[in-house]
């Protein structure tokens, strides 16, 4: 029986010998490598934590001891070491989340997976733990490098530094990557302890030495360690930027040597204060494939071959963010004020193609989405134009930035959101489901969503020829579908998809979801029903044409790929009754609620965006509204309703 089979909770890796324990975390690997490559995952981040989690939950009592990983990525070794080693359905619906789930263990305390915020989690908790009188409590962080270039990250280290009576330790995952290399400041000042010549060959020796001398030699060893580090430090002229933030630092460590970081550990939880560990790993660890892949080295991957790390699929569809690379490389190559700013996601937006043409042109801020929306409002007043890509979920923490740095001040920055609406596998945190109704909010935005490839190279040169005014342009996850061509377009640029010779139904179809609108404009056809469907193309602000065309239809139905809660529908809504129209309206969307992980097309079936689904309570509608039809076929209707009932 293998060791891995025998762990059913962190209490059973109490009384494994140090052999036991590199066993163990090989059957881990090969363990993850297995399942996540039939099932796709965040790969690269955890086989670099492998002997760091086995460490972390042999020295603390999860879940008397809090733990917090950030990002949630880099947990699922956690989640084996708990009790979870059912991975057949990662990331599926009603399998194992790809993030801590509060609802799947005791042992997952933060479910949102945002970089650079666990340590503000950690911060509350374990003064919570102080003022509630749980001494015995502590609270461990687990940070990816790259949450360091985060702003909540050093705002949540001077507040810790300012308390150092709690029972906290912050472990640095230090693997020189977050999603991409690390950059900046901070990655500079990492990679210099990491690689620093004098310093490691004077660590390493004296460890060495310590050990031929015994148990009472490690121990002093260990007791002068920090002591050295920071002599060093100055020796090196590294920043000794720890010591001056007044938290003790323990390390550098090998986050591959479970007995070293078991060692560091166990002096950082008896120390009684704040602690950083900075931990030396290397994503992708144990697996060839995933440390010959420079680009990101299989951070996330889709399913593989877990042999060589091929993908299996071999679809030839194109991309909405391949779409996206391409066009922007096009214009820029028009416009020399045109470039990219990206926060720690310059391959997966597709800025990567920008980077290659104009390096010079793209700036990768790190976790920072704060600072990019700003820096690029600096931007855009010194002339250039910036077009900031990020996933729509992350544009929600930069909510002020754009409210008050980028629409107070008129600047012409584009906002490009790649993922949004429903996203998938990634759960709550990942769904872009709330972009449309935060960001039309701010004055004079105007808000983009195209249907198709054509439409999206059409919309981001409208959008980036706008200077005095911010743009957003919004597309989801996954491939395009085929171009999907208009009947007319109206003056003010609303795309006419399908006109009924009789104008029932008008269906606002935003988005991606205008072919789900003209499913839906056939069925209802079919019970001689006529649906007009239109794409705005701009949502925002709500087209004049797409008002009046309201006027002439006896009922309008919106369908979007976000929430209802202020969202478009509720804007088109408030336009037309200023209008003086009064034709009624059905707004079709999503909850205002944190949706689990499925794929889109299960999530979209269980809200009921389905073109069955929305035809059904059209007819409904009709029948329970007795709205008056051009051309009714209520006896047919009503038995179509009858029937799928």
Same mark, same amino acid.
């Given at each position: 029986m293998s060791i891995l089979s025998s762990i059913t909770?962190?209490?059973?890796?109490?009384?494994?010998?140090?052999?036991?324990?590199?066993?163990?975390?090989?059957?881990?690997?090969?363990?993850?490598?297995?399942?996540?490559?039939?099932?796709?995952?965040?790969?690269?981040?955890?086989?670099?934590?492998?002997?760091?989690?086995?460490?972390?939950?042999?020295?603390?009592?999860?879940?008397?001891?809090?733990?917090?990983?950030?990002?949630g990525h880099q947990s699922y070794v956690h989640k084996i070491l708990t009790g979870r080693q059912d991975f057949s359905h990662l990331r599926e619906k009603g399998g194992l989340a790809g993030y801590?789930?509060?609802?799947?263990?005791?042992?997952?305390?933060?479910?949102?997976?945002?970089?650079?915020?666990?340590?503000?989690?950690?911060?509350?908790?374990?003064?919570?733990?102080?003022?509630?009188?749980?001494?015995?409590?502590?609270?461990?962080?687990?940070?990816?490098?790259?949450?360091?270039?985060?702003?909540?990250?050093w705002e949540a280290l001077n507040n810790i530094s300012h308390d150092n009576?709690?029972?906290?330790?912050?472990?640095?995952?230090?693997?020189?990557?977050?999603?991409?290399?690390?950059?900046?400041?901070m990655a500079r000042y990492l990679d210099s302890v990491r690689t620093k010549r004098a310093y490691r060959n004077l660590h390493f020796t004296s460890r060495k030495v310590f050990d031929r001398l015994g148990p009472t030699a490690r121990a002093f060893y260990r007791g002068v360690r920090g002591g050295m580090h920071g002599f060093l430090?100055?020796?090196?002229?590294?920043?000794?930027?720890?010591?001056?933030?007044?938290?003790?630092?323990?390390?550098?460590?090998?986050?591959?040597?479970?007995?070293?970081?078991?060692?560091?550990?166990?002096?950082?939880?008896?120390? =009684?204060?704040?602690?950083?560990?900075?931990?030396?790993?290397?994503?992708g660890k144990g697996y060839e494939p995933a440390r010959r892949d420079l680009a990101d080295q299989f951070h996330a991957v889709g399913k593989i071959d877990a042999e060589t790390g091929e993908p299996i699929s071999?679809?030839?569809?194109?991309?909405?963010?391949?779409?996206?690379?391409?066009?922007?490389?096009?214009?820029?190559?028009?416009?020399?004020?045109?470039?990219?700013?990206?926060?720690?996601?310059?391959?997966?937006?597709?800025?990567?193609?920008?980077?290659?043409?104009?390096?010079?042109?793209?700036?990768?801020?790190?976790?920072?989405?704060?600072?990019?929306?700003?820096?690029?409002?600096?931007?855009?007043?010194?002339?250039?134009?910036?077009?900031?890509?990020?996933?729509?979920?992350?544009?929600?923490?930069?909510?002020?930035?754009?409210?008050?740095?980028?629409?107070?001040?008129?600047? =012409?920055?584009?906002?490009?959101?790649?993922?949004?609406g429903v996203t998938g596998p990634d759960g709550p945190s990942h769904h872009g489901l709330w972009d449309l109704s935060i960001l039309q909010v701010v004055p004079g935005i105007r808000i983009a969503a195209p249907r198709d490839a054509a439409r999206l190279r059409e919309e981001l040169a409208e959008a980036t020829a706008i200077n005095d005014a911010p743009t957003v342009l919004r597309f989801p996850k996954g491939s395009v579908g085929?171009?999907?061509?208009?009947?007319?377009?109206?003056?003010?640029?609303?795309?006419?998809?399908?006109?009924?010779?009789?104008?029932?139904?008008?269906?606002?179809a935003i988005g991606s979801f205008a072919q789900l609108g003209l499913d839906v404009a056939e069925r209802l056809a079919q019970q001689g029903i006529g649906a007009t469907v239109i794409d705005p193309r701009w949502v925002v602000p709500v087209a004049s044409s797409l008002i009046e065309m309201a006027r002439d239809h006896r009922l309008v139905i919106t369908i979007e790929d976000g929430v209802r809660v202020g969202g478009i529908g509720t804007r088109i809504r408030q336009a037309m009754r200023e209008a003086g129209v009064?034709?009624?309206?059905?707004?079709?969307?999503?909850?205002?609620?944190?949706?689990?992980?499925?794929?889109?097309?299960?999530?979209?079936?269980?809200?009921?965006?389905t073109p069955q689904d929305i035809a059904r309570d059209v007819v409904a509608q009709v029948l329970g509204s007795k709205i008056p039809m051009a051309r009714p076929r209520l006896d047919e209707a009503d038995a179509l309703l009858r029937s799928e009932n």
């Open positions: 909770g962190p209490r059973d890796l109490d009384d494994l010998s140090s052999t036991d324990l590199v066993v163990l975390a090989g059957e881990i690997r090969e363990f993850l490598v297995r399942e996540v490559a039939r099932s796709g995952g965040h790969l690269g981040p955890n086989l670099g934590v492998v002997e760091t989690t086995i460490a972390i939950h042999r020295v603390f009592d999860s879940p008397h001891d809090a733990i917090v990983f950030d990002t801590p789930q509060r609802s799947e263990s005791v042992h997952d305390i933060v479910e949102s997976s945002h970089a650079s915020s666990s340590l503000s989690w950690a911060d509350g908790i374990s003064r919570a733990f102080s003022m509630t009188g749980q001494s015995d409590r502590h609270v461990v962080a687990v940070v990816g490098d790259g949450a360091l270039t985060g702003g909540m990250t009576s709690r029972n906290l330790v912050i472990i640095v995952n230090d693997n020189g990557r977050s999603y991409a290399p690390t950059i900046g400041g430090s100055r020796f090196t002229n590294n920043q000794a930027l720890y010591a001056n933030l007044d938290i003790k630092y323990v390390g550098p460590v090998d986050g591959h040597d479970v007995h070293a970081m078991e060692l560091a550990l166990r002096q950082a939880k008896n120390y =009684g204060a704040p602690v950083i560990v900075h931990a030396i790993t290397q994503k071999s679809s030839t569809s194109v991309a909405w963010t391949d779409v996206f690379g391409d066009e922007l490389v096009r214009l820029a190559q028009k416009d020399d004020r045109i470039m990219g700013i990206t926060a720690a996601m310059l391959r997966p937006t597709g800025l990567h193609r920008l980077h290659e043409a104009f390096p010079e042109r793209v700036i990768d801020v790190g976790i920072a989405e704060q600072h990019a929306v700003t820096s690029a409002a600096g931007l855009a007043f010194g002339g250039m134009h910036p077009v900031v890509a990020v996933y729509a979920t992350f544009i929600n923490r930069a909510f002020d930035q754009v409210l008050m740095d980028v629409g107070l001040h008129k600047a =012409g920055v584009t906002f490009v959101l790649d993922r949004s085929n171009d999907i061509n208009a009947q007319r377009r109206t003056a003010d640029g609303v795309d006419v998809l399908r006109e009924a010779p009789h104008k029932d139904v008008l269906i606002v009064d034709t009624a309206v059905d707004e079709l969307g999503l909850p205002d609620s944190f949706i689990e992980h499925a794929t889109r097309e299960q999530i979209l079936a269980e809200v009921g965006l």
